[in-house]
């Protein structure tokens, strides 16, 4: 058998795999980009990152963290009390962003583990996650990328939050 024989059969079914793979690419690429979906009424947020949407979905934001407003004392908790502090400035930042405004989700991540929906949210047409870090009260995270999660009691961030204190 001739080496120009053999390669047709080889070439076919890389082809058939590459078409296949492209189909299932396009076809992960679709069910996670979804038309931007204007919620009504209020969303509730819980902490700087996550909440309840107005149709109340569980949901997180992605790409982005935000301390934590629970005690020190709790699991899951701030592990320090500057901490804590900035969680409660971070959440008050996302409630001033997102007062009487026009919210959508422009993309869905699916659950995560605590089966929250993991979004991406706009607000009058700008992404709230970059809105919220260049205010300084968010940090860049990818979630579930296996990132260490900001260390909110650094003293960088101890000087951020003396800073931002009214």
């Known amino acids: 058998m001739s080496f120009a024989s053999q390669l047709k059969p080889i070439l076919s079914s890389v082809a058939v795999l590459a078409g296949v793979a492209a189909a299932i690419a396009l076809a992960a690429q679709a069910m996670t980009e979804v038309a931007p979906k204007e919620q009504d009424g209020i969303v509730y947020w819980s902490d700087g990152d996550s909440g309840r949407l107005a149709d109340g979905t569980k949901f997180r934001l992605h790409g982005i963290d935000a301390p934590e407003t ?3 004392k709790q699991i899951g908790g701030a592990d320090c009390e500057s901490e804590r502090e900035l969680g409660y400035l971070a959440k008050e930042k996302v409630l001033e962003l997102t007062e009487g405004k026009t919210i959508a989700v422009t993309r869905d991540y699916g659950p995560d583990r605590y089966e929250r929906l993991v979004v991406d949210l706009d607000i009058d047409g700008k992404d709230l996650a970059k809105t919220l870090i260049a205010a300084g009260t968010h940090q860049a995270w990818d979630y579930d990328g296996g990132d260490p999660k900001p260390d909110w009691c650094s003293s960088k ?10």
Not at 157 to 166: D, I, M, V
């Open 70 to 72: 629970r005690s020190p």
């Open 157 to 166: 961030y101890k000087r951020a939050a003396k800073s931002l204190t009214p």
